[in-house]
């Protein structure tokens, strides 16, 4: 080859290069700022930001919107947040059904859809993840980001050599820094998910939380399935949704937080509050490490042939068969879980009832879709929409 020609091929690589890195560039910058829009349900009676309750985290990526609903009569307040880590996003859809749904006839409700915004900007290395996916509705598709399970590195950087939690002083690793699900109680002049995690601490002792849900998945050959994890403050009230659950909807495990694992919302919120703390955890074939293709498909059906296969090798915790592990599935267990353990609150707390209405089941979420349950944008007022 001469060096003409050699010139020749290095620029073309060179612009082949140019043109991946501008179309890819456009394409994480579109993400990053994609914007979802919620619409204020009827029971939502006001919205704060999480900078209300820790002032440097105003502006920040991570300032995300506090949904308080407001019965006005004297109850109990529930806690209910959703996209601790993004690539789960049962949890974010089934608290934006409870945003524009729920009503309250005695107590309170606060809902947080997108407690880590900046995992829901990025998706993780590697992995092919799918950017985005979309929801049916009556009235069109419904467009969310998908994300990643740790804070963005454009938001916090750099990691340190070895995690070492706050105030327990355990050793993690490295990246568990921005895993908002290992920085729990947080810290004020720590890194961005330590101090979401502070902030959302002193929400909870601000509004005196009594009872704190965080909503996750996990994949199948994790042990920590289909189950409520629940603090030892907790574990008379998840123990009973467990039987209720199993014997009337869907089969649901429960088992205790473990005291010597820190940085788990299950164990810190119960021990650095008031609040009796739960965890509640879905099955995602998504996640699985023996999946087939990672896309949109996937993460909505959770059919896929591989995890099947390791399945009938005995290699998961969970079951599953040609169904998969549908979104409405998910999101549907949820839902029902939720409802059953504020209703079991109250029963256990007389005076302190959390009573909710509007929210729809697992029978009626598999039977209409997750979709149905989302208001339109476009019928609401400008001043009831509100942006993740």
């Not at 916090?156 to 995690?163: K, N, R």
């Not at 005291?259 to 008031?274: A, C, I, N, P, Y």
């Not at 999101?331 to 079991?344: A, P």
């Amino acid at each position: 080859m001469t060096d003409r020609n050699l010139m020749i091929v290095k620029l073309i690589s060179l612009a082949l290069v140019v043109t991946a890195m501008i179309i890819s560039g456009v394409q994480f910058y579109n993400h990053r700022n994609f914007q979802e829009e919620v619409v204020k349900g009827p029971g939502v009676t006001q919205v704060k930001k999480l900078s209300d309750y820790f002032e440097p985290l105003k502006g920040s990526i991570n300032d995300c919107n506090i949904y308080i609903l407001d019965s006005g009569v004297p109850g109990g307040t529930a806690m209910l947040i959703g996209r601790s880590h993004p690539e789960e996003p049962a949890g974010n859809l089934a608290t934006q059904i409870f945003v524009e749904n729920a009503k309250l006839t005695q107590g309170r409700l606060i809902v947080v859809i997108s407690a880590n915004q900046s995992a829901s900007r990025v998706t993780r290395p590697g992995d092919a993840y799918p950017l985005y996916y979309t929801i049916e509705t009556p009235w069109g598709d419904k467009k969310f980001r998908m994300g990643d399970r740790w804070t963005s590195p454009l938001d916090s950087w750099p990691d340190p050599e070895v995690y070492v939690h706050y105030p327990s002083g355990q050793l993690l690793a490295y990246m568990d820094i921005r895993n908002f699900n290992r920085t729990w109680p947080g810290r004020d002049n720590g890194m961005i998910t330590e101090q979401t995690c502070y902030a959302f601490m002193n929400l909870i002792r601000e509004e005196k939380v009594d009872i704190f849900v965080d909503l996750h998945e996990a994949e199948l050959e994790y042990p920590v399935i289909s189950t409520i994890v629940a603090h030892q403050n907790a574990a008379d009230i998840a123990g009973m949704a467990s039987m209720i659950l199993t014997s009337t909807e869907f089969r649901i495990g429960m088992e205790y937080s473990p005291k010597s694992l820190h940085g788990l919302s299950h164990r810190e919120v119960g021990d650095h509050s008031d609040a009796v703390s739960i965890l509640l955890e879905a099955p995602q074939p998504f996640l699985d490490r023996v999946r087939g293709i990672t896309d949109e498909k996937l993460l909505l059906t959770g059919q896929d042939e591989f995890v099947m296969m390791a399945g009938k090798y005995g290699l998961l915790y969970e079951k599953i068969d040609e169904k998969g592990w549908p979104i409405d599935v998910r999101v549907g267990r949820h839902c029902s879980t939720v409802l059953s353990i504020f209703e079991l609150w109250g029963d256990f707390n007389p005076g302190k009832e959390v009573l909710i209405t509007g929210v729809p089941l697992y029978s009626e979420i598999v039977k209409n879709g997750t979709g149905y349950y989302f208001l339109d944008p476009s019928k609401a007022r400008p001043g009831d929409i509100y942006y993740e």
